[in-house]
């Protein structure tokens, strides 16, 4: 059997047969369409075959990233990442679990320079590479009929916790759109998010939100006509994917409005029947609250330089995230061995 590489330098040329591969509609050709228009990074796109079959890809694209993101240091450094560029945490890499480690390995060969890769499922090219622990993200599993059988269902601190923070948002409207009705005020709430946030791999453009297709839902909070915060979904098979938000950082505190942002999302869920939520990989403690579950996800940084990549995993306890959060008994029925 014979492998080969092809390497495009744009997804609308990739192989009919990668939509599936892929498990997850952010490693499909129409998200990655997307992003090459809106977020373009120089973005190349490896496809692995076995004789004349599609077995394996990903996309690897450069960008100026903080080398020290889970550290109390700034260190730009631009690099080639192999995964999807945008803040989800979908695994990068697509089709044959038994290919990964070859199609990495041959990409480590042809980029030259600092390589990272994010948001893999499980540690690659263990003897070559230095495998770290980036931000986990978290699974909410839906069980529940309605919003009151799930509030039923937490013990009593974590529901009197819920209604007191809903009880903030009484008076509040909250519009549900398709995300052509995103508009400069609600990228300025993007915008305020994205100079508070230390883990920021890149700032979207105001376009790319208002071209997001019609599995994007847009939900807004109003106060009267003063936008408070909003968030966008993706509706993907069973599972919704908690993705951007923006946030009045003058009326947070007054509304809690990022707990009410969740506790939306959260709504939308067990109204419309998914299985999962995916809520991201920020503010673990507030979603674990909720009753999300913690998702582990790896990374792993390579320089072919010996002495450079050497250094890199003298130091990589500065690159790798280190928080350790507790799961806590959220449920009445939950029991733990």
Known sequence: MKKKFQISDSPEILNENWDR?????????????????????????YE????????????VYTLKINLLTFSYFHLPFKMKVIG????????PVIGESVEFEYLVNEILKLEKGLTICLNLKADLLKSKVICLRTLPTIIFRNQFPDFENYLMSLRHHYRRRIVQMQNKFTGVSSKVTDCSAFCQTHY???????KRTRTKLEILRL?????????FVLTTHYHNVIMLSWQISCKDEDTLFFLFGGMNYQKRNSFHSYHNNLISILKF???????????????????L???????????????PNFIIHLMLKLFKGLFSYAK????????NDQVYY
């Not at 692995?48 to 996309?59: R, S």
């Not at 376009?207 to 599995?215: K, T, V």
């Not at 419309?272 to 673990?284: C, L, N, S, V």
């Open 21 to 45: 591969l892929a498990n997850c509609y952010f490693q499909k050709r129409e998200f990655l369409s997307l992003l090459h228009k809106f977020n373009p990074c120089k973005q190349r796109y």
């Open 48 to 59: 692995l075959y076995n004789d004349d079959l599609l077995v394996a890809g990903t996309v």
């Open 84 to 91: 999807l560029p945008a803040s989800v945490a979908t695994p």
């Open 188 to 194: 300025e709430l993007y915008l305020e998010i994205m």
């Open 207 to 215: 376009e790319f939100f208002q071209n997001l297709p019609d599995n």
């Open 269 to 287: 869920c067990i109204d419309k029947k998914y299985k999962y939520i995916d809520f991201g990989q920020t503010a673990e403690t507030a979603k």
């Open 289 to 303: 609250r909720l009753g999300g579950e913690l998702e582990e996800r790896k990374m792993f940084i390579y320089h």
């Open 324 to 331: 350790t959060t507790v799961q806590g008994k959220i449920f």
